[in-house]
């Protein structure tokens, strides 16, 4: 994919700031600090659309990026993130459901795990939930550069079984820019359908 423009959008924190052109998305979601921000500016060979925060779980709303003028990503919050307080937590909880329940433009959720360690509780939660919807999932394994390449399949065999899970696990180094081409391949091929 060459990235021709790609912009930031709106923060958006209700539904009724959703951009309403239709345009296809993808959503990326995960705990704060598995590198959501930093794998979405790769992707976009961008050094900081994504504001990589310096503050974990600082990002409170659903910030859309349109690209190529032809599709858009979408930052969700982060999950997890212990310092917010409940009521907090539940409204972003709510919001992100509600968007994912009823976006008619969303074509695939991306959920990123730590390759490292074993999925968190609520990783394995929000995937159980995201497997009930009608919408194509993918698990991404980050930070793929931080353990070494024999063990690889065993972390991956691990996240899959701690997540109960069928769907397909890309290992990926936004760092080392690893995994991306194929990652890229997949959104191209969900965009030709
Ligand atoms: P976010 O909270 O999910 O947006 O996470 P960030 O993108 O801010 O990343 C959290 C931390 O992990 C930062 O210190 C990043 O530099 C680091 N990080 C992100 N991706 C990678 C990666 O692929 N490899 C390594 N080694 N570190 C990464």
């Known amino acids: 994919m060459i990235v021709r423009s790609a912009e930031f959008e709106i923060s958006a924190v209700r539904p009724q700031q959703w951009p309403d052109d239709g345009l296809p998305e993808f959503a990326f979601l995960g705990r704060s600090n598995v590198g959501k921000s930093t794998l979405l500016n790769r992707l976009l060979n961008r050094k900081s659309l994504a504001r990589v925060s310096a503050h974990p779980g600082k990002t409170r709303q659903i910030n859309f990026f349109r690209i190529n003028d032809g599709f858009r990503f979408v930052d969700l919050p982060g999950y997890g993130y212990a310092a917010v307080s409940k009521r907090e937590r539940e409204l972003f909880a709510k919001m992100i459901d509600r968007y994912l329940i009823e976006r008619e433009p969303l ?54 079984e701690a997540l109960q899970t069928q769907v397909e696990i890309y290992p990926i180094s936004a760092e080392k820019r690893l995994g991306l081409d194929e990652l890229w391949a997949l959104l191209e091929s969900d965009m030709d359908h």
């Open 107 to 160: 074509v695939r959720i991306f959920q990123l795990v730590d390759i490292r360690h074993l999925p968190s509780r609520d990783d394995v939660a929000v995937h159980a939930g995201l497997l009930e919807l009608d919408v194509p999932i993918t698990v991404v394994a980050t930070k793929l550069d931080k353990i070494p390449k024999s063990q690889v399949a065993k972390q991956v065999r691990q996240i899959r």
